[in-house]
């Protein structure tokens, strides 16, 4: 399977500190992003990197990608959001978290994020029982609409028609598959983008993806070193504001923002890397 391109790896880099120890890649995915940092860092600061992801298959895969660093590398299958679980209290001197779905989810057309091809409506990435099917067919119609809502910013009416769609489909047959799903958007006459759209708000909030992030955000100032730094990558637009409002009150509060204007890639890496349009970088030091 193709490796996934990481974005903004130069401009990353830079957000490191210098002799930083202890360093965790929050969202290791393929490892790109840990590979570029340990090709192009002094090695005899580093004590340790923390490869952290959820999912244990896109782990298996980082472990060989980054095959050679092992003495340099901790794996561990869980979520950021349990960093406080996973390290000691401000022990880590920088932390990355890309927040982008790793191109493997997509290509893996068995797991559901993909609308190009038929399968069961998983769209986890852990594996949990918590599947888009199941959300899909037992969650209520203002559920369903406020999710459309939100993540999708589908108009409150329009969002509830498609709801309410929605629930009367599952009465008749349950919606277990990608395609039938598919087959209930195309009634609105839905091209493939507002299709990827819905897609996108299901995976968001079967995975408490923007839960998750609060969560981290709430425990960083307990995570950093003196002098730590945190990068963090968006995609969508809520993710953004959450981070970006999230460093605007700590950098109240003994942070120092590293770059008042988010940081995006230049049409150079998006011509090569089109999944890098819509990544904003953000980062933050604890003074």
């Not at 244990?56 to 299958?77: C, D, I, M, P, Q």
């Not at 679980?85 to 022990?91: E, Y």
Request: some cysteine.
């Amino acid at each position: 399977m193709e490796r996934h391109k990481p974005v903004l790896v130069e401009e990353v880099f830079s957000f490191v500190p210098e002799k930083a120890k202890i360093l965790v890649d929050g969202t290791l995915g393929h490892g790109g992003h840990t590979q570029y940092i340990l090709e192009n860092i002094e090695h005899n600061s580093i004590e340790k990197i923390y490869g952290i992801d959820v999912d244990s298959k896109v782990l298996g895969r980082a472990r060989e990608n980054l095959f050679g660093y092992e003495k340099k590398l901790v794996f561990t299958n869980d979520s950021y959001s349990n960093i406080d679980k996973i390290l000691n209290p401000n022990s880590v001197d920088f932390i990355l978290l890309d927040l982008g779905v790793n191109m493997e989810h997509f290509k893996d057309f068995d797991r559901g994020f993909s609308i190009k091809e038929n399968s069961y409506l998983d769209m986890t990435f852990d594996g949990s029982k918590n599947t888009a099917a199941n959300f899909i067919n037992t969650a209520s119609t203002d559920t369903i609409a406020s999710m459309l809502h939100d993540f999708g910013d589908f108009s409150y009416k329009f969002s509830q028609a498609i709801a309410d769609t929605i629930i009367q489909k599952r009465k008749i047959k349950p919606i277990n598959t990608t395609f039938e799903l598919i087959d209930i958007l195309k009634e609105f006459r839905f091209g493939q983008k507002k299709i990827a759209v819905v897609f996108q708000c299901i995976r968001i909030k079967v995975n408490l993806e923007l839960e998750k992030l609060k969560t981290f955000l709430d425990k960083l100032p307990y995570i950093l070193s003196k002098g730590g730094v945190c990068a963090i990558i968006t995609y969508h637009s809520i993710e953004d504001r959450i981070v970006k409002f999230a460093f605007k009150d700590y950098s109240k509060n003994g942070f120092q923002l590293i770059n008042k204007k988010v940081i995006k890639p230049s049409w150079e890496e998006i011509s090569n890397n089109k999944a890098a349009r819509s990544a904003k970088l953000r980062g933050i030091k604890l003074l």
